[in-house]
């Protein structure tokens, strides 16, 4: 019989990895936009809504190949409210992930503001109506959900520390499989 997998496959490392690191860059490009004035402040926003697009391209992607190779299931020593915890933070990252690029397209596009994907095309805007409005409606929800993706980001790295630090499971190998598995 095939071993059970106890790993995510390279794609998924990849992909997990990759958009980890470029959430934290988007954070990082904020406080960047923030601590500057002027043309250079503007571009930080400029590179922030072309690395946000991109998030959005690879979450789907991410998704679509999550929906063909169905996660591995979690270890049977987590109690039931702690597989939900983990799966809902999941769920909701997607969902994050999704709707926040989503919501500042919009924005943009309500604002009129057009979008030039790190400076290589003209991103397409969406019909969207409203004007400044509508835009600085949209941007107040864009960072109502920053906040929420805050309280995830903790809630899935304490998570995380306490499957290898207290548990002492193999839930964190999976996602970095160059930590020795434990027997
Ligand atoms: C912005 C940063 C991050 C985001 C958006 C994120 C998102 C996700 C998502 C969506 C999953 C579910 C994968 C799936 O089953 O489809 C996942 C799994 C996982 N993440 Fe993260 N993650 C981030 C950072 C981190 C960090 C810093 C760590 C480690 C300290 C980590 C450790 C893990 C582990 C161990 C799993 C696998 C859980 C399991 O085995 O089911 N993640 N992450
Ligand atoms: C997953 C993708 C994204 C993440 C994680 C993200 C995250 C953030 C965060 C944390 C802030 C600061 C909120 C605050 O505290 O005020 C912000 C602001 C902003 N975001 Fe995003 N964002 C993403 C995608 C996008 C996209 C795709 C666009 C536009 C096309 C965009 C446009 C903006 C704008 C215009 C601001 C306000 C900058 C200012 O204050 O002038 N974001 N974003």
Excluded: C
């Excluded at 019989?1 to 995510?8: I, K, L, S, V």
């Excluded at 994050?96 to 805007?125: C, E, H, N, Y």
Aim: hydrophobic letters at 50%; glycine letters at 8%.
């Amino acid at each position: 019989m095939a071993e059970p997998r106890n790993r995510y496959s390279t794609v998924s490392l990849i992909l997990h990895w990759l958009i980890a690191a470029l959430v934290v860059t988007q954070i990082g490009l904020f406080i960047a936009h923030e601590l500057t004035e002027g043309p250079i402040s503007r571009e930080f926003v400029s590179i922030h809504k072309s690395v946000g697009l991109s998030i959005l391209v690879l979450t789907l992607g991410r998704l679509g190949w999550r929906i063909a190779n169905p996660a591995i299931p979690l270890p049977d020593t987590m109690r039931r409210w702690e597989k939900l915890l983990a799966r809902g933070t999941h769920v909701l990252f997607y969902a994050f992930l999704i709707g926040m690029p989503l919501v500042g397209w919009a924005a943009s596009s309500a604002g009129g503001r057009d979008i030039q994907w790190f400076g290589l095309f003209a991103w397409p805007l969406l019909p969207i109506e409203g004007g400044r409005e509508v835009a600085g409606q949209l941007m107040d929800m864009h960072e109502l959900a920053a906040k929420a993706l805050y309280v995830l980001l903790a809630l899935h790295v304490a998570g995380a520390l306490k499957h290898h630090f207290i548990d002492r499971d193999n839930v964190l190998h999976r996602m970095i499989p160059w930590i020795p598995r434990r027997p």
